[in-house]
């Protein structure tokens, strides 16, 4: 194990979404492929995206995947697939629903009509034998009733359908129609599928899992790990029944797969989904109740089945994990589906560590039911400037709540045109920092190698009240909103996010905790020796959450079971007796357990937990540190315990404490070193040990004064640059035909207006048809002649510039009036970013003139020009600076550099046997390399910190180089904004007036003070152990 822990294989590196999104190439793949082994990445999905231009599941397609897998079993990596066009997952790129009705997203729609319309239902087909089955669509049930104020309904009875019916004082006519959702541009003009229908997920499996199986069938198990679901749901957020009417999912046959579940005919008390009344909670229940289970067994279950069956892994994840009413207004509950993945997963979009439920959901069935691996898709939305240390913050975070592999979004095979704009980061080749993806693929891998180990230690359960938001989940008769503010769910979301608060205020007091879902535990629930038992997995202690008055009747029965067995049921809802119930209509409520306790907040549910309490992780004052997370895990012969400090801004200095005697021994996940930690208690009470972290810091684990000598390094220094420098034109005027120039405007407006004009399709959104459905055909090619005009001043003459721009082939080139060659000389970041030489700048104004024959299927991009030269703070050209000050150096004629910078010194040493510290100030950098002689030390950009170098440094002169990496992100934006933003998108990129601002919005890089090199004398022993004495 240590030669694997110290360079772990393929199977315990990532697995990015290679986003397919341009016309492919085989050559090119392959080429990426082998880019993608040298980053130390273990593999990929493959996965259709946003601007594809060859045909989805096509054949030259299928011959693209066959390349691939070959070259990854050549290279030791791994293939997953990715089971849909884009997403959410179930259509196969369209060809589901256009099987027609049986196979599109169906809803059960209601309308509140006057009574007096009632004779006119008789003139409808649908009436006679087939009223009243849901085999149809159409009507399926009417109903009078009288409604109250804010949905209440007084009184409803379903209507026999007789042509003379009497209708009471005050009632309305409710009518219920089973209807087809209209089609959508994001499903290619179809409808969203129905999960619901068996029928039209095998129609999908043989759409999609058995077309690869038939191409790449030989290497299932092998080369080609698994397949990938994304978001499928039952409610998609393009689905539509009009704007005044209120829908719940349904299928055909739906009504007798309920009754046959719950006893009763549901259209009999369909209405109390609508209205709030005397049976409107269990109507719900049983509802969600139902649609959970079938959506489980229909979809999930089935293609887990199939993967199974054909020796590949299901993995994927669910639409809305983060947000309980919204999820269960499009799943049913997240939860139970987790069990028929063999990979269960997880997204994790933007900057940020806040759904600690999204990630509690998933990890705690794959702790249950002995599932080895936990996927993430994450990172997605962070943008351009998102750093090694983002990745370090957010993946360290997932992977102490139980995740351990990454799946990065994305690794796009192309930046051209909008593809740059999905939702950035790119992590592959075409991002500047990509030769240095290995160190942090290296620190997550050996990670991911050692948290597969064993088997996690919580003593805490929390009952997941899923059965709490069934209940009380419906929808408005008078219409859907836009989904996630429909009239119940942001209520239920709200008690959700009170979930979230509860799992972190336990997680951030060192009470690690799984949840428990009650389907789960109906089907692998056991009590015993005063444990509750999930699966494999034992808990002493069970929390009933706030406000929970609904469960299901299977898992009161077993907590009784688990109290008479001696077991800690702690209720944190309120009961108004002993022994009493809270009130609703449905049998399977909340009743106390008489021998549990009523806890009524969380500061003393912390102080009841005590006894249960193992992972002590304190400061001085003998308080727990807040900021440090946790995993233990029980392996062969001891422990891992896994910490981490979710604080960006605070270092922390812990005493740890756990009820077991050992030796801990770090890991050096960066280096792949061990060494033994200081100890300075080891007896009756277990080990106790210190521990610094820094700012973003981790560590996984199987200290008198002295003389300090600084020496102070300052600015400027002798610098080197690994790119030419960028100044962006992103602003332009343009020119059609017979036209006058327009004004000065940033280049997506400028083709918003030209496309405009033309009466072409735009293209500012991402989102919309994909590309190769549309590029191909004969009358796209009318030509529309187009020129445009960049203007940019230079503080003097200069040659030997070059100009990058898309497609270059295209465009006839000027400068200042006079033509250029626009013969193609290499490529700048990506291949796409085609480059010319241009000379001849002239001191001052300049312009650079583009004149193209524009078609409908071409995109209108930013041009960089690049060289070696300054750019001023007011976007101006001027000469280089041979000597680079410490600070940003966007300020130091580098507004808009996408590179690296090298600062290089030599520091004397006449110390032996000296230890000898680096002090670095704040970076701000991607990442950031310290080379010092030959040996190099990757660092995180996310604060000072203090490195040990003295294993570097020999006797005398000794080259000193500190390398910072910059991104992509001053040279691409998005610019024009207030203010940075928290999702970076597409749109991000083309501001509203709103949020628009003429300056440019830039990120700063650099080292952000003076470097110091602290040079001590190692104390001896005596010294460190009267150093520790005094830490007791």
């Known amino acids: 194990m240590y030669k694997s822990w110290q360079v772990p294989d393929a199977l315990h590196r990532s697995f990015p979404f290679w986003a397919w999104n341009g016309k492919l190439n085989k050559e090119e793949l392959i080429r990426q492929v082998r880019l993608m082994k040298e980053a130390g990445v273990g593999g990929f999905f493959i996965h259709s995206r946003e601007g594809l231009e060859t045909e989805y599941l096509g054949r030259e397609w299928m011959e693209c995947v066959k390349a691939v897998v070959n070259e990854a079993k050549k290279q030791g990596m791994y293939v997953w697939l990715y089971d849909e066009d884009r997403f959410p997952s179930g259509t196969a790129g369209g060809k589901v629903p256009a099987c027609g009705d049986a196979f599109r997203c169906k809803g059960l729609t209601l309308q509140i009509q006057e009574v007096e319309s009632y004779p006119d239902l008789f003139d409808q087909e649908i009436f006679g034998k087939d009223y009243g089955s849901d085999d149809h669509i159409g009507i399926q049930a009417v109903y009078g009733a009288v409604v109250g104020d804010q949905d209440k309904v007084l009184s409803i009875r379903r209507l026999a359908m007789k042509q003379h019916e009497a209708f009471l004082e005050g009632e309305v006519l409710l009518v219920v129609q089973l209807e087809v959702s209209a089609s959508s541009e994001w ?55 009009g704007e005044k009417k209120g829908w719940i999912p349904w299928t055909y046959g739906l009504g007798t797969y309920f009754k046959e579940l719950n006893g009763y005919d549901f259209l009999d008390f369909l209405p109390y989904m609508y209205f709030r009344g005397e049976y409107s909670k269990r109507t719900r229940r049983d509802y969600w109740h139902m ?321 249960y309490h193992q992972v002590f992780i304190q400061n001085r004052k003998g308080e727990e540190c807040k900021d440090i997370l946790y995993q233990l895990r029980k392996v062969k012969g001891g422990y891992i315990l896994f910490l981490v400090n979710n604080s960006r801004v605070k270092e922390v200095d812990a005493n740890i404490r756990l009820p077991f005697n050992s030796i801990p021994i770090e890991m050096g996940l960066f280096d792949g070193k061990i060494k033994e930690a200081p100890i300075y208690n080891n007896g009756t009470t277990g080990v106790n040990f210190h521990s610094h972290f820094e700012r973003s810091g981790s560590t996984l684990y199987f200290l008198k004064a002295i003389e300090v000598k600084k020496t102070f390094i300052s600015g400027p ?100 009036r006079i033509p250029i060659e626009s013969k193609k000389k290499g490529y700048f970041l990506d291949r796409e970013f085609e480059t010319i030489e241009i000379s001849h700048i002239r001191k001052g104004k300049n312009q650079l003139e583009l004149s193209c024959d524009y078609r409908e299927d071409m995109e209108l991009e930013n041009i960089y020009l690049l060289g070696e030269f300054g750019v001023s703070p007011e976007r101006r050209l001027i000469k280089l600076q041979k000597m680079l000050p410490f600070g940003d150096w966007a300020k130091q004629g580098l507004k808009h550099y996408c590179g690296s910078v090298s600062w290089v010194f030599v520091y004397q040493n006449n110390e032996v046997d000296a230890r000898i510290n680096l002090k670095v100030p704040g970076i701000e950098g991607v990442c950031a390399i310290i080379r010092i002689n030959d040996a190099e030390i990757p660092l995180l950009c996310n604060g000072p910190k203090e490195l040990s170098i003295e294993e570097y440094i020999k006797y005398g002169l000794n080259k000193v180089e500190v390398e910072v990496m910059g991104s992509p992100r001053n040279m691409m934006g998005p610019f024009h904004l207030k203010e940075k933003p928290y999702s970076t998108k597409d749109s991000s990129f083309s501001p509203t007036p709103s949020e628009y601002s003429s300056h440019y919005l830039l990120i700063p890089y650099g080292i952000m003070g003076d470097l110091q090199i602290m040079s001590m004398k190692i104390p001896d022993k005596k010294a460190i152990k009267d150093s520790i004495a005094e830490l007791l």
């Open 187 to 241: 499903f290619n003009f179809q409808s969203p599928p129905d999960n619901l229908n068996p029928e039209c997920v095998e129609r999908f499996i043989m759409e999609t899992h058995e077309k690869y199986k038939a191409v790449i069938g030989d290497e299932f198990g092998k080369t080609v790990l698994g397949i990938f679901t994304d978001e499928p749901s039952l409610h998609d957020r393009h689905a539509f029944f």
């Open 291 to 611: 649609i959970t289970l079938r959506f489980g067994e229909t979809f999930f279950k089935r293609i887990g089945d199939w993967c199974k069956d054909n020796n590949i892994m299901f993995t994927g994840h669910f639409l809305q994990e983060d947000k309980i009413g919204l999820c269960t207004r499009v799943n049913g509950a997240a939860m139970p589906d987790y069990q028929y993945q063999q990979v269960p997963g997880i997204d994790m979009l933007c900057e940020q560590t806040n759904e600690y439920m999204t990630v509690k959901q998933c990890t705690s069935v794959a702790n249950q039911l002995d599932k080895k691996w936990v996927l993430s898709e994450t990172y997605g939305c962070t943008g351009w400037d998102f750093t090694f240390e983002g990745q370090k913050w957010m993946g360290d975070w997932q992977f102490v709540l139980g995740v351990n592999r990454r799946c990065q979004h994305l690794a796009l095979y192309s930046l051209r045109g909008c593809r740059k704009r999905d939702y950035p980061p790119s992590f592959h080749y075409n991002t500047n920092w990509w030769r240095e993806n290995k160190w942090i693929e290296d620190y997550f891998s050996r990670l991911s190698l050692l948290l597969e180990q064993g088997k996690a230690v919580r003593n805490v359960l929390i009952i997941h009240p899923a059965s709490r938001v069934w209940s009380r989940l419906g929808t408005s008769p008078y219409g859907n909103p836009v989904r996630r503010n429909e009239r119940d769910v942001p209520g239920l979301n709200a008690y959700g996010d009170q979930l979230n608060q509860l799992i972190e205020y336990l997680e951030r007091n060192h009470m690690d905790l799984d949840l428990g879902d009650e389907l789960l535990i109906r089907q692998y629930g056991s009590t015993g020796q005063g444990k509750f038992q999930i699966g494999s997995a034992e808990y002493p202690v069970v929390i009933v959450p706030p406000d929970m008055d609904s469960m299901l009747e299977d898992t009161n029965v077993l907590l009784r079971e688990f109290v008479a067995d001696g077991g800690c049921l702690i209720y944190m809802t309120h009961f108004t007796a002993p022994g009493g119930k809270i009130s609703c209509e449905s049998q399977e409520t909340v009743n106390f357990i008489p021998g549990s306790q009523i806890v009524e907040n969380r500061e003393k549910l912390i102080k009841y937990l005590e006894p």
């Open 717 to 816: 220094l002798p610098y080197r640059l690994d790119h030419d420098n960028v100044l962006p034109l992103d602003m332009c005027q343009y020119r059609l035909k017979g036209q006058p120039w327009s004004g000065t405007m940033e280049v997506w407006k400028a083709q918003k207006e030209v496309r405009y004009r033309l009466g072409m399709r735009q293209i500012v959104r991402n989102g919309l048809e994909q590309r190769y459905r549309w590029i191909n055909p004969a009358e796209l090619r009318e030509r529309h002649r187009l020129n445009l005009r960049f203007d940019f001043d230079s503080s003097r003459d200069m040659r030997n510039l070059r100009l990058a721009l898309e497609r270059s082939k295209e465009f006839r080139i000027k400068l200042n």
